[in-house]
């Protein structure tokens, strides 16, 4: 299968909680490849822009209030099947949900804080790459 690239954000309460390298740890021992990667505190504009297929629900006021309430990392993971792979790291958005070892079973304490994001399909994940990266900042293995 060809490489394929996904994109994560970990999100404030996970950035809080100090285990930024504990989750890039989880994405390199499945085999995933971190390409791009930075920490950015969201605007309301740029938390509101990323997640506007959301803005007609119940919670998007509180989802736009949780995601600037702290500096989140973004990243791009690259690898086999990458999208999927990333959504099985996670485990289901509910963390009651999630399944034993999972990032979400492990760091997220509900569902309205629940620790990461990660692109549900290959459309999406370009999309939300290029709302956070330039070309120029992801950087593809050579060797
Ligand atoms: P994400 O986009 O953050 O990776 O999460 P997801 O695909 O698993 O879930 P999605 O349906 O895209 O929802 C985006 C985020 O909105 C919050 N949410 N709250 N209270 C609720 O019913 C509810 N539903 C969704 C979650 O923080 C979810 O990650
Ligand atoms: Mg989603």
Same mark, same amino acid.
């Given at each position: 299968?060809?490489?394929?690239r996904t994109f994560s954000i970990i999100k404030p309460d996970?950035? /809080?909680k100090n285990v930024?390298?504990?989750i890039y740890n989880r994405f390199e021992s499945a085999g995933l490849r971190i390409v791009a990667s930075k920490m950015v505190h969201l605007s309301k504009e740029q938390a509101e822009g990323f997640y506007a297929e959301h803005s007609e629900r119940p919670?998007?006021?509180a989802l736009v209030s949780f995601m600037t309430s702290g500096p989140v990392m973004v990243q791009v993971l690259e690898g086999e099947n990458a999208v999927l792979k990333n959504r099985e790291i996670m485990g289901a958005t509910?963390?009651?949900e999630a399944l034993a070892g999972t990032l979400r079973a492990d760091y997220a304490a509900s569902i309205d804080e629940n620790a990461c994001?990660? =692109?549900? /399909?290959?459309e =999406? /994940? /370009?999309r939300e790459i290029a709302y956070f990266f330039t070309a120029e900042e992801v950087c593809p293995r050579t060797r």
């Open positions: 299968m060809a490489l394929e996970a950035v /809080a930024i390298g504990a919670f998007f006021g509910n963390p009651a994001h990660g =692109s549900d /399909a290959p =999406s /994940a /370009a």
